[in-house]
């Protein structure tokens, strides 16, 4: 930034001030002309010194708990902590064991492709004909691991098989979805409550 020159009637004034003024530091005049800076000065800040580092040996636990690589809760949990629709008091005799299922359907063995429509077959067939429990059997999974970087759940059918039944065709028709007492296959298999015919 280049400074301007000061007009003659600024340099009357300037000259005046100086002249009734003490100096602070009589060896070092300021030329005729020129402004003094008068501003005050900002202190320079005071950065921190970083706090020691704690003494500590290799091999010494940090005592933190590690944090869990999966993303979501596991399929027995979300199920298990969706919200009651049914009768409370059904679901209750439901989750012990003491309701029959009305029909059952095994999905054993099957694939992706061949356990869809089958679980789309199963679940409206069964609705039509006005059952209200239903079992579908999926099986817990094989433990597969390919060593990938990427975990992989196993149980392929065991956690695709509640996403189905919530999405369209089968979402009107179903009521709640609860996993199956140990009596009626446990973690690998699924209570389906079905809504009554309208």
């Known amino acids: 930034m280049s400074r301007r020159r000061l007009r003659p009637d600024e340099l009357a004034l300037w000259e005046e001030v100086a002249r009734k003024a003490t100096p602070l530091a009589p060896e070092r005049k300021p030329e005729p002309g020129t402004l003094i800076d008068t501003a005050p000065r900002k202190p320079k800040p005071v950065t921190p010194r970083p706090a020691p580092i704690e003494p500590f040996s290799?091999?010494?636990?940090?005592?933190?708990?590690?944090?869990?690589?999966?993303?979501?809760?596991?399929?027995?949990?979300?199920?298990?902590?969706?919200?009651?629709?049914?009768?409370?008091?059904?679901?209750?005799?439901?989750?012990?064991?003491?309701?029959?299922?009305?029909?059952?359907?095994?999905?054993?063995?099957m694939t992706l492709d061949q356990?869809?429509?089958?679980?789309?077959?199963?679940?409206?067939?069964?609705?039509?004909?006005?059952?209200?429990?239903?079992?579908?059997?999926?099986?817990?999974?094989?433990?597969?691991?390919?060593?990938?970087?990427?975990?992989?759940r196993h149980?392929?059918?065991?956690?695709?098989?509640?996403?189905?039944?919530?999405?369209?065709?089968?979402?009107?028709?179903?009521?709640?979805?609860?996993?199956a007492h140990l009596k009626h296959g446990g973690g690998g298999a699924y209570y389906v409550y079905l809504r009554r015919q309208r």
């Not at 029959?100 to 359907?105: G, W």
């Not at 919530?166 to 979805?177: F, K, N």
């Open 155 to 179: 149980g392929v059918l065991r956690h695709n098989v509640p996403q189905w039944l919530r999405m369209m065709p089968l979402a009107p028709l179903v009521l709640q979805i609860s996993e």
């Open 58 to 109: 290799v091999g010494e636990s940090a005592n933190v708990q590690p944090r869990g690589h999966d993303v979501l809760p596991g399929i027995a949990e979300r199920i298990g902590n969706a919200p009651v629709k049914m009768d409370k008091k059904a679901h209750a005799r439901l989750k012990r064991g003491k309701l029959m299922p009305e029909a059952k359907l095994d999905l054993h063995g």
């Open 115 to 152: 356990a869809h429509p089958a679980l789309n077959n199963f679940i409206q067939r069964s609705h039509a004909a006005g059952l209200r429990l239903v079992l579908v059997v999926t099986g817990k999974g094989k433990h597969r691991d390919s060593g990938g970087p990427i975990p992989v």
